[in-house]
Structures are given as structure tokens and as C-alpha cells.
């Protein structure tokens, strides 16, 4: 006998069943440690890793548990500092009842929220029979790897240490520089589902107390899940989210973000994140690099001056190859023009089509090579290179004028310090060829005016991103576009508004004469 289908799930359909409703248990502890036993594994259901370990406390011989989350924890910390003494020692409690381990800070805590929260951040709780309220202890333990040297931020005479995923190592890598009690930190927990700790460091009597206050309240809006990263967390507290360009400077560096706090500016440390947050930024600190103090500075201020034309010419080399080719041909001399013309002869693309292919090419190298292997990587971005082409200018889709122009747009690139900066040239040069595909000269002119209306108006953190050009500030001039010697540079930037300016004495050398 068939049925139809209509009659068929009418009649024989399964009713959903309603999930089991999560059991949570008061918001406070009980006395009883058989009751908080039970409530802790309605908090934690279908979790093998949670660890309860009971008990008997040897000096007042109550029953208690032990409960942590394997994996969080230092097993040797909680076995020789923790369960040996209360288990073996014939006096490890004070007469207001608390514990005497020797296991760091020791916090007591009555809410079933603290507890989980602290059994999540790795602590291990201790329940004693008979007592409403836990303790919780510092036994954290997770992996970790060791300090090693920036990936990203490489230098030649710097320190060769970089940040890692936890928070705590971070702050310290940071005091190592900063030995000073004016070195204030504030902590912040950000996530509904996950917490995350956020720690910004400043030092107070140099710090605005107004940033500050308007970073804090940036953070405490937050109502997310958690943070995973601190690219995440930035884009969370920028000004302008629909900016190309980064509004706060991301560095993995200890020594780049303590030269920072000592201008007077704010880092943001992410726990589980192995870079920071620096803020207040402006444009010009992305084209700076902790090299540049460590060299003699008329050098540094030869390689500013060469980072700001590259930036130049990653931006606008390609747009004005297109404008000249298409538009402006009688600027070329006639040998050149002559040159170019039998080349362009081959190519049966417009000078945009061509532009873009070559760009599109060079992206897609160039990620290949970020995303494989070290080995792997470096050898597919020469032969690619070199193999495509070479491959592209003989099969007459490109001709070797483009080849060139792409080249010196790539070289430029790697020039800029800041990988933030560099995807954002990337991003608006596409802009720039579209403008100079379509109106020439006056294109990349309207491009160039917008990027630089745009700039003026961009804040970080309330501060003006194009300073010290717009407002004109012309005492940051001395570390901006060029680096003058450093005992000049008595007083902190404006850009990072300090409320104490002073930042040395009077270090000129013997012979130096003002």
C-alpha cells in the first residue's frame, strides 16, 4: 500500500524532542561537598578532561576535592605543592582557616561564576566539606613555547625576542625594559562565551589620562563571544573600520612596544595573542623601525626618505604606467616611445588589462609563497617568478615594459616595515589604475587628493592620523619623515599627547655646538 508523501510524514512523522534543559545549580556554593560536587558536574557536563580529585585534609581531617581541567594545569605544581602538603603535612591551615602553600596567590571565591571562570583560566579549585565557599590556586600550566626571535619584524641589530601566546610572559618581556613603578596596568575582560584578559600598559605619569579613558571605554562595549587575535581586537576599537589603512600598530616586538610607552603611548596586551596593540598611531609611525635607533642617524633618515618614495612608488608606478601608455605617450622620448610601441605591438590587451594581470599574478605569487612552507615558499616565489614570467612575455600577453613595472612595485613593497601598511598599498593600487585607466593624469591627481583628504580625516584614538603634517607639528619633525640624532629629541611627540613632554636632559656631545 503507498501513501503519499503529504499523508506519509503526516501520519508517520517523528515529533522532535525537545533538548534536555541544562541543569545550573544555585548561585552560590553549598556547604556540603557532596552538593557542589554534583552542581560542578551540571556546570561541566560531557567534559572528560575536568580532573576531581578527593581527599582527606590530614590536619583537620575533613574531606575536600581537588578539580582542575587537565591540560591547564602544572601536574608537578599541583602534586608537590598542593595535595602533598595537604594530604601528608600536619599543619598547612591558619586559624581564619585559610590554606599556607606555597603556590602563589591564593583567592576565595563563594560564586559558582568565579569558580568556573577560574577553572577555565587554568586554576585548580579546592572544595572542603563543611565550607560554603572555594579556593582557588595557581597552578597554571598550559603549553607554552619558548621566546624566540620576530618572524615578521626581523632586525639586524635589535633584540632577538618576540612575543608569545601568553599575556603574563608579554607584560614581563615588557618590564625587562621598563623598570619602573610608573608602569601601570590595567586589566580588562573582554567575551561573553570565552573571557579573554586584556592588559593595557602605560606609564602614569607621562600617559593622557583621556586616551586611556577612551580605550577603556572602547573595550568595555564590547559584547562579543571572545577575541581570538589582536587584528580582531583592533578593528573591535578603531575609529574608522572602513579605512584601508591600520589604525593601530601591531607589533611583535617588546623592544618597539616599550620605545612606544615611553613616548607616551598605550599598549594593549591580548592574552593568547603573540603580538600587541600600540595607540595612539599616525601614518608616519608605519614607516618606522626600531633599526632605525640602533643605526647612525643619517643613515636612518636616508632609509625613511627611501621607504617614503617606495611607498610612492608601490602606489602610483602602475597607475602611471597606465596613464602615460594610454593618455600621455608624448611624454616619452622617441626612442623610448619607439621601444615601447614594438613591445605593445605583441600585446593584445589594453594597458589596464595588462596592469591588472601582472598584479593579479603577483598577489596570487605571493601568497602562495606566504602560506607554504619556508622552503617551499621561497623556491616557488623565484622560479614562479622567473619561470611565469618569462613564460608570459614570450607567449605575447604581457610585454617587458610590465614585467619591469611590476617588479620595482613589488621591491618597493618589501621596503615598508609594516605588514599593515604594505596590504593596504596593495589594496589601493588597484584603485589607482582604475583612475588612471579612465582619466589618465587627472585620475591618479583626484586618487592622490582623496587618499590624502581621507588621511587628514582619520583619527586613532582621537588623535589626527596625518600628524605632524595636518595639524602641522613641526617639533615631531624631528623623528617623522627623518631621524635626527637622539639627543636632540629632548621631548616626547606630540602625536602620542603626553602630559609630561620632557624626555632627557641636555646630552650634547662635547663638540656639538647650538
Known amino acids: 500500500m503507498r501513501y503519499s508523501s ?55 581531617q575533613e574531606p575536600a576535592a581537588l578539580v582542575y581541567l587537565m591540560g591547564l594545569v602544572d601536574k608537578n605544581s599541583i602534586n608537590n605543592n598542593v595535595l602533598r602538603p595537604l594530604q601528608f603535612d600536619a599543619d598547612v591551615t591558619d586559624a581564619d582557616g585559610s590554606f599556607r602553600l606555597s603556590i602563589g596567590q591564593i583567592l576565595r571565591f563563594s560564586s559558582w561564576k568565579h569558580i568556573e571562570n577560574a577553572i577555565l583560566q587554568g586554576r585548580s579549585v579546592l572544595f572542603v566539606n563543611g565550607r560554603s565557599e572555594a579556593f582557588a590556586l595557581d597552578t597554571q600550566g598550559w603549553p607554552q613555547r619558548a621566546i624566540e626571535d620576530p618572524s615578521i619584524e626581523a632586525s639586524l641589530k635589535g633584540a632577538h625576542q618576540g612575543f608569545v601566546e601568553t599575556g603574563t610572559q608579554n607584560i614581563a618581556l615588557i618590564r625587562r625594559y621598563i623598570s619602573n613603578r610608573e608602569l601601570k596596568i590595567k586589566e580588562l575582560t573582554v567575551g561573553s562565551r570565552a573571557n ?67 613616548q607616551g603611548r598605550f599598549v594593549v596586551v591580548l592574552d593568547r595573542s603573540p603580538s600587541v596593540l600600540v595607540g595612539p598611531a599616525t601614518f608616519t609611525s608605519f614607516f618606522q623601525s626600531i633599526d632605525d635607533y640602533s643605526t647612525r642617524w643619517s643613515i636612518a633618515t636616508f632609509i625613511r626618505l627611501l621607504r617614503m618614495f617606495a611607498f610612492l612608488i608601490a602606489t602610483f608606478l602602475p597607475a602611471f ?16 616611445l619607439l621601444t615601447i610601441g614594438e613591445f605593445r605591438g605583441r600585446v593584445p590587451f589594453p594597458p589596464f588589462l595588462e596592469a ?30 622567473i619561470v611565469i614570467g618569462q613564460a608570459i612575455v614570450q607567449a605575447g600577453l604581457i610585454n617587458n615594459i610590465m614585467v619591469i613595472v611590476v617588479a620595482f612595485t613589488a621591491i618597493a613593497s618589501f ?73 636632540k629629541m629632548r621631548k616626547r611627540p606630540l602625536s602620542a599627547r603626553p602630559i609630561q613632554m620632557q624626555r632627557q636632559g641636555d646630552n650634547r656631545p662635547e663638540g656639538d655646538a647650538e
Open 321 to 336: 604606467y597606465i596613464a602615460v601608455i594610454s593618455y600621455h605617450f608624448e611624454i616619452i622620448p622617441i626612442k623610448l
Open 356 to 385: 591588472v594581470i601582472m598584479e593579479i599574478t603577483l598577489e596570487m605569487m605571493r601568497e602562495a609563497g606566504v602560506r607554504l612552507p619556508a622552503p617551499v615558499g621561497q623556491t616557488v616565489g623565484i622560479v614562479g617568478g
Open 415 to 487: 621596503i615598508l616595515p609594516n605588514y599593515d601598511m604594505v596590504a593596504a598599498i596593495r589594496l589601493i593600487r588597484f584603485a589607482m589604475m582604475i583612475a588612471a585607466a579612465m582619466f589618465g593624469f587627472v585620475g591618479i591627481i583626484i586618487g592622490m587628493m582623496t587618499m590624502i583628504g581621507h588621511l587628514i580625516s582619520l583619527e586613532s584614538l582621537g588623535t589626527p592620523y596625518s600628524t605632524p603634517l595636518a595639524p602641522m607639528r613641526f617639533a615631531d619633525w624631528k623623528d617623522a619623515f627623518v631621524r635626527l640624532p637622539i639627543w
Open 6 to 60: 503529504w499523508f506519509f510524514r503526516k501520519k508517520y512523522r517523528t515529533v522532535p524532542q525537545a533538548k534536555p534543559q541544562r541543569q545550573t545549580p544555585n548561585d552560590f556554593l553549598d556547604a556540603s561537598l557532596f552538593q557542589n560536587l554534583t552542581a560542578l558536574q551540571h556546570i561541566f557536563t560531557q567534559t572528560p578532561d575536568l580532573i576531581i580529585r578527593e581527599f582527606t585534609i590530614k590536619h583537620t
Open 196 to 262: 579573554t584578559v586584556v592588559s593595557i600598559l602605560y606609564l602614569g605619569d607621562v600617559a593622557h589620562p583621556e586616551v586611556l579613558q577612551e580605550l577603556e571605554d572602547r573595550l568595555g562595549r564590547l559584547d562579543v563571544d571572545t577575541v581570538i587575535n589582536t587584528g580582531e581586537l583592533a578593528e573591535h576599537i578603531e575609529d574608522n573600520p572602513y579605512s584601508p589603512f591600520p589604525q593601530f600598530i601591531l607589533t611583535e616586538r617588546p623592544d618597539a612596544a616599550a620605545s612606544q610607552i615611553l
